[in-house]
Structures are given as C-alpha cells and as structure tokens.
C-alpha cells in the first residue's frame, strides 16, 4: 500500500517536469506587468506633473499648501515660499509642501 502513493508521486513529479520552464515563471512576470500598470506608472506621472508644476511656480499665483493653507505667492527662493494669507500676513513655508495652485481646488466638474 506505501508503494502505491509512492508511485503516484513520481508520476505528478513527471507530469510537472514536461511543462516549458518560462510558463512557471508566467504569473510572476505577470503579476509584475500588473503593479507596473496599476501603482508605478500613474504615480510616476504624478511625481512628473508635481515638479513641473513646482518649476513653474511665480510670484503672486494662489497656491494651497499640503497642511492646508491657502494663500498667494509674495517671494520665492530655490526651497522657501512666502505666502500672503492675509493682508500685510506673510507665512514661509518650504516649496516642498506646495500640493498646487488654488484655482484647481475651486473649479466646479463638469458633466
């Protein structure tokens, strides 16, 4: 009777050892193709529009920054943007925590 399951175990051994060597690896590569598509590309796109938008930068655009302020901008450096929230109120914040221009928080979608 030991015999028997040992016999049934070389043959599926058998049986898996005629498939092509590149189909075991066929899922992975898969799975692989499928991330790059779904999380790697569009965040790539993004990190581009980001610095694009962030080179682009100029004195007096609205700009909203990541913690939430809003406000237009009065001086810029290479890392440090001043921001007028207020009359005669100027906040430096670093241009690194610039999420982007206020006009797109207010614009209404059409449908």
């Known amino acids: 009777?030991?015999?028997l399951f040992i016999t049934n175990a070389?043959?599926?051994a058998a049986?898996?050892?005629k498939q092509p060597a590149f189909m075991?690896?066929?899922?992975?590569?898969?799975?692989?193709?499928?991330f790059y598509f779904l999380m790697l590309r569009p965040q790539k796109k993004q990190l581009e529009e980001e610095k694009k938008m962030m080179s682009e930068l100029a004195k007096?655009?609205?700009?909203?920054?990541?913690?939430?302020?809003l406000?237009?901008?009065?001086?810029?450096?290479e890392k440090v943007i001043t921001l007028e929230v207020a009359d005669n109120?100027?906040?430096?914040?670093?241009?690194?925590q610039v999420a982007g221009l206020s006009k797109k928080i207010f614009e209404k979608e059409e449908k």
């Open 1 to 3: 009777m030991g015999n």
């Open 10 to 12: 070389f043959a599926q």
């Open 15 to 17: 049986g898996a050892a």
């Open 24 to 34: 075991q690896f066929l899922p992975i590569v898969l799975i692989f193709g499928i």
């Open 60 to 69: 007096g655009d609205e700009v909203y920054t990541k913690s939430g302020l």
């Open 71 to 77: 406000g237009s901008i009065a001086g810029i450096t």
């Open 89 to 96: 109120v100027k906040v430096k914040v670093l241009k690194s």
